[in-house]
């Protein structure tokens, strides 16, 4: 009579094909998770290439560059108008008009929005909240965390953006950092600078050397190296550029894709990412520097329409020399 065949698996052969299949998905889930970011980091990228073409199809219309910021209305006719939002803790200073997004969104494939925006009126004006609460995803770098996120302080409910202009580098970082004098405006100042508009001719220092784009990732809330601000860190931040609120520390102004603030002046921090002008530029924190969640640095668009991942150690000099149209300085 002829002994059965055994079909099952013995205990000890189903521990060790458990291992295997362990020790198989530990290897794998990394390079699967790196797989994914490089996806993200690429989407992102081209978030900010479709930015650059919509600046230069602009330019090519216009023969410049739009301003990083519009001056507000009521600074020419001596007051705001009721309707629109006023400036945190300074009652009856306007907002700015607007950034450079909506001067852009028929570039950018948004005409509806363009259609509803309202461009004699500021961006935080009830006319146009409506189409500010619009939420673009080109303005949206995937590997930010939160979804639908929006200004949740100073006009609520405006759509969130995790790119802003450079406008310039603050002129302390000349003395503080490098112990040189401030070499004036037109020394530091950038591409997209604040209420001035600028001819690719007076990029001296180069299109594919000058950026025009930062991401600055993760608004409304306020991050610091990679985590939510702390009530301590919120505590000892020097400015009044974050504010509590249910416990979360969110940033006050910038977070809307049409908001002037979304853009920045070049500053740095110290290496907490609190201290204010310091040698950190790159991914400190998301309140007034350049700010992202991909590792070891954060994506970039040129003058020429380039997009570049800066590595978040850069050269601090390097770094400043980028982001200024007509310093003079040489990079690689």
Sequence with gaps: MSKSLRTGMTL???LVTLAIIGILVAIMLPAVQQSREAIRRMSCQNNLKQMGLALHSFESVHRRFPKGATEASGWATGGCDPEEAEIEDNPGECTDLQNWVPKCLSFLEASTVADAYDFDRPWSHLTNRAAVSTALNLFLCPSAPGTNR??????????????????????????????????????????????????PAWITDGLSNTLLLAERAGKGLAYVLGSPMSKAQFLRYPEDDVVEISGEIYVQE???????????????????????????MINANNIGEAYSFHRGGANFVCADGSVRFLNEQIDVWAYVALCTRGGGEVTQ
């Design 254 to 280: 910038g977070i809307g894709w049409a908001d002037p603030d979304s853009g920045f002046s070049v500053e740095g921090t110290g290496e907490d990412g609190v201290d204010l002008c310091g040698p950190y």
């Design 12 to 14: 000890v052969e189903l």
């Design 150 to 199: 929006s200004d949740q302080h100073h006009v609520v409910g405006a759509a969130a953006t995790d790119y802003g202009a450079i406008f310039q580098v603050d002129r302390d970082v000349y003395m503080d950092l490098f112990g040189v004098p401030d070499p004036g405006v037109a020394a530091r100042q950038g591409v997209l600078a604040e209420y001035e508009s600028c001819r």
